[in-house]
């Protein structure tokens, strides 16, 4: 759980609300009479303009220049010997009003999604598994700082920020905050509902059931569901949990700062030895070794080319769409090539399904895509029933042209520029820059004993690699044949409405939400 | 994409903060909760230098470079919002924001954003009720295109039949999404009632008929009388050369016609009455119950003083309503408090336990605000806020972009770009004496309160839960939770 800045709550909380008394009797089911639809025609997709001409406007810089200056924009990040068991080092960002610690802890696959690690992470960023958490907040608050503890990717981060002249204080707090104890039973009472509460929120979130849908049907990553009861969690079980994370092997540290201090090779030795001290008193304390298990891996569940999948969300006003293909890939020009694909097509207001779905044909008002680190290329956009017809084509259309349409030597080219552009803005920004080290801090996998720190400046050099022939080459080989379809929705009302505007398109209904993938 | 603030606000129903307590910095002067001069050096840091003239035309320009990295942030804001609209023609100030994107003199339909996206940089704009701002943030060698792409829209815009359809569109999508979600229509109505009779008093968004009825010659007017060079305030900030931003802007701006001067704002009055409001929901799972304190706006000599109230309030799991109310009686409870320029509000939002009537509930808000009304806080929870609020404004001067934020409001708000760095200053200062001051002249009891029960099963169950031990209802959540 993440510690939240007071003025960043977001008008999608309001569907956060406690679904309370598993009843969950949640508002009536309006149930609307479905739309006679007539079969609809796919509506011919533009691309054109490929690439923006404006007259009148100045020339752009290259994207590349010829000098070191361009690599001078990579923040420094300056590694550390810590011992076998921790890697680490000492990044500069420059406009950091803060200093930061991030402490990666290994999960193991299938914890990211776990009740068990949203509740760690909930109780650490409130620093209750200390000895004595009001005094810790008291001895933070004389540090001026801040903590957060939030679960990516396939590991537990640990977070705190400081004013760097707090520095030794906020050290001191740190050392304490890896001293795990038992929590305060009413303490955990209250977080083990709050989290719940959020997970039961979550889960009820359309766009996240769309996603768990889209990864059971292709069989990729392991599901987080949300039990109809959680197995309670005793004090001992997650102070246990906490302690056999820290005396793992393979955590990752990285410390920043607005300047690498003079003293950094000390700094590193002293964060060395805290994180030593913390796996031996973890190692010792541990009553028990929680069990290693894998996740079961469940097979892709067949469907026949072209079905869509609607998952039942009765009376929901809004279809949520996740159309696309499972794409995973070890190789750094493939991942780049992917990403500059789904910028293509998505790129937030840039791309084409904005420009042609969206401000031409007005079929919707958010619409997107991404390559996720998980391996997943997909579209994601919402709209109302009467429309979803009209707007799958029209997202269909355009994956099938970015497969089968060569992209133009100024899309590349666009592409290039706009990736090595987005890669600047994060690298000056702190919080971004601290959140691509999350998802650039290489996962732990068959090939790779130990994870990695990220290494800023190969990601800027494979990006201004990048190439049209790449692109061409992975759109056609990736991005081909018919994608995976989920429509989130009131099933009854969509089935019909699509079996009358697509006749003949196979439609798979799953009534119970998520839980008929299960 | 862009959005309206001020709903967010207002509906928002997020997630607790967690626990963040702060002290006294130890360099502090006695009664200063933060050093200053520690402020200071990191403002300088992060804000080294703004310099600041005004075209011929009356455009404000403010440039804050700064070392160190490749990006920059143009900001372009209009002294414009929902406030400057006619009673019963809502929603076209948000209106001309959508269709800003819509072309101008050069730059086709949608090309705005493509200017931008296609060299990797964020654009996006807001309407609030007394601001509409753009901003774009891009590579600094994009820095001249984006300056000429403000400046086409600002020259001229293309407003036609077609586009306006489209976007009417869009924004009655925008709509959608917050209908879709629970306690948004209830939570909206009781907002506006609260301001009823002044300019904040209707929805930024505008109703479906308002939308239906904007017609081009409308549009066209209201973008002649508001945006004009002499009402926008322009700010480049990052990593730029200064020399060359001012070339850009003086070929770019200085020909657009300076326009009139902006009406002057009308002057009005707020009905404080106290309102309590019952509301029902068929998209509510559960019941909630707000309780709201009108406060003061952002240029308010004690805005300083509420900011730091509202965190002491319900900041952190140590804030006193949350460790005296939210534990235990709440399933979950927040802040959703608001201030525009000239009007604020305190607003907490609390999930009951199943067990727990709102009557139980208003009373213990009755009892904490006397308390603090009545003894004022203490000096380490006023310091934890104090150092709560310091750190996310400083946290916001990270970033090129919360920089040129920062001085367009300024430049706007105060005519003083510079002024967050005096904010802080003020921030800095307030101590128990200044929050027991502001607690005794803003926290009324006579508080104003909103309850949304859900329809269906819930509205019935829930007073018998209340009426049974609690231990039943506490049983009940445990077991289901």
Known sequence: MTMDRKGSTHVEGAARVAFFLGLVLIAASCRHAALAQDPVSPTPIELAPRCLEVEGAPPLEPAVPDDASFARTVPRLVPWSLGESVRGGFLEIPHAAFDAIQLGLPLDPGDEGGFRTKLAAAALAEGLLSSDPVAFRGGLALAGGRLSALVHGDRLWLEMQFPPDRREQALARFSEWLDPRLIDREALARIHRKTRLLALAESSSPTFVAGQAFDRLLGVGTASVVAAKERPVRPEDLRDFVLDRIGREDSIVVYSGHAVPDDTPDLGRRIGSILGEARTRALRLASRSAPRSEPERRPPIDSAPGTIHLVDRPGAPQVEFLVGFSTPTRDGATRVALESLASLLGGNVGGRLFRDLRERQGLAYIIDAAQASTGRFVVTTRSRPERVAALLLGIEAHLRALSEIPISDCEAEMLRDRMLGEYAIVLDEPDALRALLREEIAPRTAHTAHAALPDLAARLARLAMLDVEKLREVASRRLRGAPTVVLVGDADRLERSLGEALPGRPIRVFEDGLDSLR | ?481
């Open chain 2, 1 to 481: 994409m862009r959005s309206v603030e001020w709903l967010r606000g207002l509906v928002a129903l997020g997630f607790l903060v967690l626990p963040f307590s702060t002290a006294a910095s130890e360099s502090a002067e006695p009664g200063e909760c933060i050093s200053a001069d520690s402020i200071e050096a990191t403002t300088e840091r992060l804000v080294p230098t703004i310099e600041s003239f005004v075209l011929e035309n009356g455009l404000r320009v403010h440039l804050a470079p700064r070392r160190g990295g490749a990006t920059v942030s143009v900001r372009v804001a209009y002294d414009v919002g929902a406030t400057d609209e006619v009673p019963g023609r809502g929603g076209l100030a948000h209106f001309l924001e959508h269709m800003m994107f819509k072309g101008g003199d050069a730059v086709p339909d949608g090309g705005h954003f493509r200017l931008v996206r296609d060299i990797g940089g964020t654009t996006n704009a807001t309407t609030d009720y007394d601001l509409t701002q753009y901003w774009n943030t891009v590579p600094t060698r994009a820095l001249d295109r984006v300056l000429f792409a403000e400046a086409d829209r600002m020259r001229r815009l293309r407003i036609d039949e077609t586009n306006l359809a489209n976007q009417r569109d869009a924004i009655g999508e925008e709509g959608l999404g917050l209908e879709n979600l629970p306690y948004v229509d209830a939570a909206t109505r009781f907002g506006l009632d609260l301001w009823a009779g002044t300019p904040y008093g209707h929805s930024p968004l505008g109703t479906e008929s308002e939308l239906a009825a904007v017609t081009r010659e409308e549009a066209e007017r209201f973008r002649e009388r508001f945006y004009a060079p002499a009402n926008a305030v322009l700010v480049v900030a990052g990593a730029f050369d200064p020399g060359a931003a001012r070339r850009a802007i003086a070929s770019h701006f200085a020909t657009i016609p300076a326009g009139s001067p902006r009406p002057a704002r009308p002057a009005w009055e707020l009905d404080r009455a106290p309102r309590e409001s019952i509301a029902s929901d068929p998209l509510a799972p559960f019941p909630i119950f707000a309780v709201v304190w009108q406060t003061v706006g952002a240029t308010a000599p004690s805005a300083a003083s509420v900011a730091v109230l509202d965190d002491l309030l319900m900041g952190s799991s140590d804030a006193r309503f949350q460790r005296e109310i939210a534990a235990p009686l709440t399933l979950d409870a927040y802040s959703v408090s608001l201030a525009f320029r000239d009007i604020g509000l305190l607003n907490y939002v609390f999930v009951p336990h199943t067990y727990v009537g709102v009557a139980e509930i208003r009373a213990a808000v009755r009892r904490e605000v006397q308390a603090l009304r009545d003894e004022g806080p203490g000096r380490a929870e006023t310091c934890r806020s104090v150092q709560r609020i310091v750190n996310d404004r400083l946290t916001d001067l990270e970033t090129a972009e919360g920089v040129a934020a920062a001085i367009a409001r300024g430049a706007l708000f105060r005519q003083d770009p510079r002024v967050f760095a005096a904010e802080l200053s003020e921030l800095a200062r307030v101590d128990a004496a200044t929050l027991e001051r502001a607690a005794r002249e803003l926290l009324v009891l006579d508080f104003h309160t909103l309850e949304i029960r859900p329809t269906g099963l819930m509205r019935w169950l829930k007073p018998v839960l209340e009426f049974l031990p609690d231990s039943i209802g506490a049983s009940l959540e445990a077991s289901l939770l």
